[in-house]
Nanobody, 114 residues
Framework: VQLQASGGGLVQAGGSLRLSCAAS????????QGWYRQASGKQRELVAG???????NYADSVKGRFTISRDNAKNTVYLQMNSLKPEDTAVYYC?????????WGKGTQVTVSS
């Protein structure tokens, strides 16, 4: 499974960004996909996840502001981020889990200025 993330950038507080993660390769039987982030000096944390059945979960810090979705026809998962805050600044990584293994895309930088 190969994952290609895109959509990061610099935005002012209160703004929005949409991240995309396109999956390729042997993608059948992917159990779940999600977005993680890692801020400077901090551990990587789960931001949002979506199961193969479409169930979603979010970190408390982003509930009501971020939405994860998936386009099965395009094998792409999206993270719509609204009302961004400076504390959302981090490198965002897309993730897929298949047969107990985690696959990671290259990170994309999101910077929110105050």
């Amino acid at each position: 499974v190969q994952l290609q993330a895109s959509g990061g950038g610099l935005v002012q507080a209160g703004g929005s960004l949409r991240l995309s993660c396109a999956a390729s390769g042997v993608i059948f039987s992917i159990n779940a996909q999600g977005w993680y982030r890692q801020a400077s000096g901090k551990q990587r944390e789960l931001v949002a996840g979506i199961s193969s059945g479409g169930s979603t979960n979010y970190a408390d810090s982003v509930k009501g502001r971020f939405t994860i979705s998936r386009d099965n026809a395009k094998n792409t998962v999206y993270l719509q981020m609204n009302s961004l805050k400076p504390e959302d600044t981090a490198v965002y990584y897309c993730n897929a889990m298949k047969c107990g293994m985690h696959y990671w895309g290259k990170g994309t930088q999101v910077t929110v200025s105050s």
